[in-house]
């Protein structure tokens, strides 16, 4: 059964979470607060996070940032009733991978957290199949339609990278401190010429595109 951390200050959303996460699989491990959450993490096997924004002391944005800088690579969604652009930025950069809106469907919740182990098992598997693309991490291989494809070291991290994740958005910051050596003398621009290469190599694929998302960064779009 995957275990869920629940990050929630508000009784009555985390009886919700206790009621319907257990009715579709998924054991629940409950958190008032921040400090709570990270106690959790050091004592459990955690699969992904759902954390509330609006919390004492520590807020759901600066919970997600300290989680990344100390590697914890779970998946996260945050949870709040915050739904501009400016949240929603605010809550990609801090490092989560998907943003729902309270009051949310169950159903799509349930979609959204399905969705991300999913996604989440495949980077853990080091292979991802994409229509008639298929990535291989561990030789950094692709094959297209069976036919193989070359790609350079850096170009291939950072296709691999977005279609782990299809639909999540990436700053080039996130994708420049992942891919490329902290030591680095490259900037962000260094990012869009290596978007601008794969999208000049893939431009017919039937399997995926790249998107530029205004404001923000990169993110990959499935068409198979």
């Given at each position: 059964?995957?275990?869920?951390?629940?990050?929630?200050?508000?009784?009555?959303?985390?009886?919700?979470?206790?009621?319907?996460?257990?009715?579709?699989?998924?054991?629940?491990?409950?958190?008032?607060?921040?400090?709570?959450?990270?106690?959790?993490?050091?004592?459990?096997?955690?699969?992904?996070?759902?954390?509330?924004?609006?919390?004492?002391?520590?807020?759901?944005?600066?919970?997600?940032?300290?989680?990344?800088?100390?590697?914890?690579?779970?998946?996260?969604?945050?949870?709040t009733a915050r739904e501009s652009i400016q949240d929603k930025r605010q809550g990609f950069t801090s490092g989560a991978d998907d943003y729902i809106v309270k009051p949310?469907?169950?159903?799509?919740?349930?979609?959204?957290?399905?969705?991300?182990?999913?996604?989440?098992?495949?980077?853990?598997?080091?292979?991802?199949?994409?229509?008639?693309?298929?990535?291989?991490?561990?030789?950094?291989?692709?094959?297209?339609?069976?036919?193989?494809?070359?790609?350079?070291?850096?170009?291939?991290?950072?296709?691999?990278?977005?279609?782990?994740?299809?639909?999540?958005?990436?700053?080039?910051?996130?994708?420049?401190?992942?891919?490329?050596?902290?030591?680095?003398?490259?900037?962000?621009?260094?990012?869009?010429?290596?978007?601008?290469?794969?999208?000049?190599?893939?431009?017919?694929?039937?399997?995926?595109?790249?998107?530029?998302?205004?404001?923000?960064?990169?993110?990959?779009?499935?068409?198979?």
């Open positions: 059964m995957f275990q869920i951390l629940v990050v929630e200050d508000d009784l009555n959303t985390r009886k919700l979470f206790e009621t319907i996460l257990p009715q579709h699989g998924y054991h629940p491990c409950m958190a008032n607060d921040a400090m709570e959450a990270l106690r959790v993490l050091e004592n459990h096997h955690i699969d992904l996070a759902l954390i509330d924004i609006m919390l004492p002391e520590m807020d759901g944005y600066a919970l997600t940032r300290l989680m990344r800088e100390n590697n914890v690579d779970i998946p996260i969604i945050l949870v949310f469907d169950e159903e799509e919740l349930m979609l959204r957290i399905a969705a991300l182990l999913r996604r989440s098992r495949i980077v853990s598997d080091h292979r991802l199949q994409i229509g008639g693309t298929e990535l291989n991490f561990n030789s950094l291989s692709i094959m297209v339609d069976g036919k193989y494809e070359a790609l350079p070291k850096k170009e291939f991290l950072l296709l691999f990278k977005l279609l782990s994740y299809p639909g999540r958005i990436f700053t080039r910051r996130q994708l420049m401190d992942e891919i490329w050596d902290l030591d680095t003398e490259s900037d962000e621009r260094t990012v869009d010429v290596h978007i601008n290469r794969l999208r000049d190599r893939f431009r017919g694929s039937r399997d995926f595109e790249i998107q530029t998302v205004r404001g923000l960064g990169y993110k990959a779009v499935i068409l198979a």
